[in-house]
Each structure stands twice: as C-alpha cells, then as structure tokens.
C-alpha cells in the first residue's frame, strides 16, 4: 500500500495537491494486506505522510427505535419510529489541506465523521448506506484505518495523574515498535510540535483538577494520537469548551499538520474570523444534508448567490451557524429553508461531479 500511496503523490503537481483540482487516480491498487501494516507500528514511519484522498459518495444513516405514541382514545401505542440522521451526503478531503464540518446542533457532524472514521456502532435499528473511499480505491474500514489515520478522542479520557510526557511515551510504547530510543525521541518531536515542552511534566489533571490548561489538554489528546504520524487525521470538536484564542491555537496546529500534507477533517462549532481564515475547505450541513461544501473561501459567495449574504465585516462563521439553525421539531419555516439551502447547494462540489470534471480532462 505504501508503494502505491508513493506512486499517487508522484503523479501529483503541488498545485494538484493544493487544490485538489483534476487528482486523478493513477490505477487501482491493492487493498492493504492485513496481515502487513504498513504504517503503524515502524518509529521509522513516523517520519513519512502519504497523500490521503478521502471521498463519501451517497452516505445514508438511519436509526429506528419502538417509541410509546399517543394512539387513539389517547392509549399510548407502542409504534416503530424511524430517524435519517443522514440524507445521502457526498464530499471529499484532499492532501495537505483541512476540511472543517459545520452546522447546528444535530445536524448529523458527528454522526459523518463517525461514519468516516467506521466507528459508528451498527447495532440493531442503525442502517447505514453509502461507501467511504480513499485515494478513489481503497475502502475505508476500520481494518486498513489504524494503518494510516487517526481519530482524537475527547481529552477527558486522557489520563489524569500523568503528565504530557508520560502520557505520550506510554502511547509511543503502545503504538510504535522499534527501540526505547527511538520512541523517547518520537515523544520529544510531538511536544515541540505542540509547544508542550514548558509543561511537558505538569500533572494533565481534569475538570476537577485542574492543572494543564484546557487548551493544552487538547494539545496532549492530539499529540496521543500523532504518535504515529497519522497521514489521515480525524477530530471531533477540537476545541469545544476553549476560549477563542485557544480554540485559535488548536486551528492553527490543525492547519500545519495539513501543510506538512496529512489530510485533517475537524468538526468545529463557532470559529472565530480568524480561524475561519485558515480553513481550506468547509463541509457545512444542515438537518442531515450537506449545505455548502468547497473551498472555504468559496463558501460566502456561494450563499450571496442563493440569497443569503453575509454581512460585510461580520465572521463568516457565525453567519453560516444563524441561517443553518434549526429548531426541533421542525416548523413550517425551518423546512423552507432547509429546502432552500440544500437545493441551492451546487452540486460541482459534490463528488460525482468532481469525478466528472476530472474525466473531461482525460
Ligand atoms: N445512535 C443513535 N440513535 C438515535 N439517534 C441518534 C443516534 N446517533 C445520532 N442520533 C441523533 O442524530 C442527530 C445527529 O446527531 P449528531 O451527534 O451527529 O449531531 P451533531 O451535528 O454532531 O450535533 P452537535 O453539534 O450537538 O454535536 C441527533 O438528533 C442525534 O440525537
Ligand atoms: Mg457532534
């Protein structure tokens, strides 16, 4: 797998990479051999990122559930509910850029990433439809995920009586192979990456204890999982719960990990201006269907095209989160818009589209 990843980043220009305009995949290749683990468990891999494309096409969720309605004469009737979390979402996430997931509470962020990353539980009454691929051939699931991808966990189950340094040298000897030396040297790059050397021996302490900074919690969460070098890097609220300046942070750590070309996918939920700034593409969703997705910078003048402006000098951000809120149980009004933000969604932005114009070009 390694190999073929290789020959991909070769065919690729560095303008390519950067816009992920005309990638093309250069021919099918081999699902990775299970029984190989090509990035995982080498300290010498730590020091390699290979271009990661990551493409859904199509993504359904549903979960149905017995519920007591009212019946009639007000007997409670026991009746199977059925909820589509996600409406058939397509997109993608390119090498050396981030993508960033946004949209109201419920609107189905979690839920995707969960399907990108295959960790959503498929117990009874939970169906799934759709298909997660990378660099075009590649089924993502979760035997070829730990391979080459990583999913930051909350920093609340980091734990609590170690410090930065212990916590990564204890993922280091879990997830590397190689010798104590390398390993300790591995440690020693991650907390200058993520500028935790001043504190690298502070207790992480929690919520209750309160010792390392929020944000510097987040910083050891992430770091637990770069470890390995992940070339496909996937969070869930990164930065819920930090002020401004240290959610700020967090982006911007998210975005060096992109340039240094792993391909990052974040949900966030209110990004100042500022981290709005350095987002490469944006995902935006709405009442389990995708909104907007394309460049970020793209992203104001696609909704001033369907009407909805954006206010000059405000944060984009914060735009999108007002016109995208909706209200559960849905009204009457909140169902005109959805109606008109989805439909206004062009779809060249869309995979299959994508596919298309990369086809002309052939
Ligand atoms: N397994 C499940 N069973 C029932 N409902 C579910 C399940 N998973 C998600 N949901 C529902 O699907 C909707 C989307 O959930 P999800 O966690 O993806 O939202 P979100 O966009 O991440 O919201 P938030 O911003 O609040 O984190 C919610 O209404 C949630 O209650
Ligand atoms: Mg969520």
Redesign the pocket.
Known sequence: MIKNLLKISQQYTAKQMRTGKDITPVQPFEEASPTKRPFSNKVSDAHQTYPVKLTFKNVCME?S?FQFVNGPDNQKVKTLIK?K?LKGVSGLALPGQTTYIM?S????????LNILSDRI?KRNG?NIEGTVNINDTIPLNDKVFGDFAAYVMQDDILYEFLTPREALIFAARLKLGGDEDQKLQRVNEVLEELGLISQQNTLIGSVKMKTLSGGERKRVAIGVEMITNPSLLLLD?PTSGLDSFKALSIVKLLDKQAKKGKTVIA?L?QPSSEAFKTFDRLIL?VDGNIAFQGKASESVSHFARIGFNCPIHSNPADFFMKILSVNYPKTEEDEKVIKTLVNGYDTKYSTKNFVLVRRKHN
């Not at 509470?105 to 995707?112: F, H, I, Q, R, V």
């Open positions: 979960v559930s909820h979390i949209g509470s419920g609107a189905g962020k979690t839920s995707l539980s939970t609220e949900t939920h969703m």
